[in-house]
């Protein structure tokens, strides 16, 4: 439910944008009356789905579903059970925001910059870490099962975080005070500064924090004295990768800008920190 609520939250597709997604669901003969629209794609394929249906392919080259989901959010629901092939073929594009169909009679490059929101289960029989449950094959359940995920695409999720389930008592409780269009108002003017950021750093391509590479995330994201000093010890403990290292700079420069922060205070950089909780759930089953 939250990752489907998350296009409301983003900011409507401007005219470029609606232009590139209206052309690939073209492609994919999903473009209903030749109507186009201003709300970002959603694409949830079942775990059950081919390589060709993920990434692309078929007779006549057609594109899948991490090109439907450019410019909007693709959901895989049940991570673990998606073929491993499958899987990897989403380590390219979360890097370089294109797919590449290669068949023996064409070569084809969609663009495929999403968002992906990913859930799952603990363990196989799902309840790893709730207390009073334990696993019939034990700690190994839990392991075994979240042993799937390869660690290089583990490292290319920004943000991963235990959610806990939802009681039957929390059903009766007020509903929240706070909208989605709140929520999307901060989301906008967050945009708004990344874009007015990079186009006075002479970088008009980029629009958001999650397309800047390391060369301008040194600019957009440079830390003080106290966050390197922090961002340092989170990187030695935590056993930060490069890239894990420069997704927290990119989390971190988002709360910010959230925030409304021109600077990346020691508190933004420890919540960034806190959200790539990696095999939580196996210290908890352990």
């Not at 209903?32 to 394929?45: I, Y």
């Not at 359940?141 to 583990?154: F, N, T």
């Not at 995330?217 to 830390?223: F, H, P, R, V």
Request: hydrophobic content about 45%; overall charge positive.
């Amino acid at each position: 439910m939250l990752a489907a609520r998350l296009p409301s939250i983003l900011p409507p597709l401007d005219p470029r944008e609606m232009l590139d997604v209206s052309m690939i669901a073209s492609l994919g003969g999903e473009l209903k009356d030749g109507q186009l629209t201003r709300r970002r794609p959603f694409r949830a394929p079942h775990h059950s789905a081919s390589m060709a249906a993920l990434v692309g392919g078929g007779l006549r080259p057609k594109p899948g579903e991490m090109a439907l989901a450019h410019h909007g959010v693709l959901f895989l629901d049940e991570l673990p059970e998606f073929q491993p092939r499958v899987l990897e073929a989403l380590r390219q594009p979360m890097e370089t925001g294109e797919t590449l169909v290669a068949r023996a009679n064409y070569h084809v490059t969609y663009p495929a910059r999403f968002q992906l929101v990913a859930a799952m289960n603990p363990c196989k029989c799902g309840h790893a870490g709730e207390p009073g449950h334990r696993c019939r094959t034990g700690v190994r359940c839990a392991e075994d099962y979240q042993a799937r995920l390869s660690g290089p695409l583990l490292d290319r999720i920004d943000m991963q975080l235990d959610v806990a389930a939802v009681r039957a008592s929390d059903l009766s409780l007020p509903p929240a005070k706070e909208r989605s269009a709140d929520v999307a108002a901060r989301v906008a003017a967050a945009r708004s500064i990344q874009i007015e950021r990079f186009a006075a750093l002479g970088l008009a391509n980029l629009r958001c924090n999650a397309q800047a590479d390391g060369g301008s995330l040194e600019k957009i994201a440079a830390l003080d004295k106290a966050g390197q000093s922090l961002m340092n010890d989170a990187a030695e403990a935590m056993n930060l990768s490069a890239r894990g290292y420069h997704r927290v700079l990119r989390v971190a420069r988002t709360i910010a800008d959230l925030a409304g922060s021109e600077a990346i205070l020691r508190l933004h950089l420890a919540e960034a920190l806190s959200y790539r909780q990696r095999n939580a759930l196996l210290r908890a089953a352990a």
